[in-house]
T-cell receptor, first 112, second 112 residues
């Protein structure tokens, strides 16, 4: 079992709809969770971080964390063509250890 | 502009040759990382450094070495390149407070 799992996609969503991206992780001791966006040929850029159970909203983006289910998700409201990218889920397991484990990413395509 | 600078942007290298990928950051981050990204495998950690003078092995360290003589620089060396080291290499650094990692633009390396 991979430590961080994501559906590789591609996930196609109509423009204006809600895109839902999911990620599960295996280490129950995980403390910090991140969503990165990566455009083709570019480097990953952070779009959301979440550290406690519940929802965290930032503009059109909402991150949801459920530690009991070992599940973190990213919702993108009012999806735009510019949201088309690969979304990487990353998890940090231990205090004092800054290493992240990345999922393989979900490729999202927003259809105009 | 503050950030992470990687060089070269791309390189074609003959197998057996030695190559050093350069990474410099001006954010005074303590921790730095080297990843490789391959299609279907996501980002995999090669080596990391929690602070100047210390380094550690990541998930795929074989064939690579690093040094961290100061806070700003974290070069990655391939002592004798092999075709399986063809990949995109990303350097990253983190601020230690929220463990957010920031990425350089990447180096695309082809070993023939």
């Amino acid at each position: 079992q991979k430590e961080v799992e994501q559906n590789s996609g591609p996930l196609s969503v109509p423009e204006g709809a809600i895109a839902s991206l999911n990620c599960t992780y295996s280490d129950r001791g995980s403390q910090s969770f991140f969503w990165y966006r990566q455009y083709s040929g570019k480097s990953p850029e952070l779009i959301m971080s979440i550290y406690s159970n519940g929802d965290k909203e930032d503009g059109r983006f909402t991150a949801q964390l459920n530690k009991a289910s070992q599940y973190v998700s990213l919702l993108i409201r009012d999806s735009q063509p510019s949201d088309s990218a690969t979304y990487l889920c990353a998890v940090r397991s231990n205090f004092g250890n800054e290493k992240l484990t990345f999922g393989t990413g979900t490729r999202l395509t927003i259809i105009p | 502009i503050a950030g992470i600078t990687q060089a070269p942007t791309s390189q074609i290298l003959a197998a057996g040759r030695r190559m050093t990928l350069r990474c410099t950051q001006d954010m005074r981050h303590n921790a730095m990382y080297w990843y490789r990204q391959d299609l279907g495998l996501g980002l995999r950690l090669i080596h990391y450094s929690n602070t100047a003078g210390t380094t550690g092995k990541g998930e795929v360290p074989d064939g690579y070495s690093v040094s961290r003589a100061n806070t700003d620089d974290f070069p990655l060396t391939l002592a004798s390149a092999v075709p399986s080291q063809t990949s995109v290499y990303f350097c990253a650094s983190s601020d230690g407070s929220k463990n957010i990692q920031y990425f350089g633009a990447g180096t695309r390396l082809s070993v023939l």
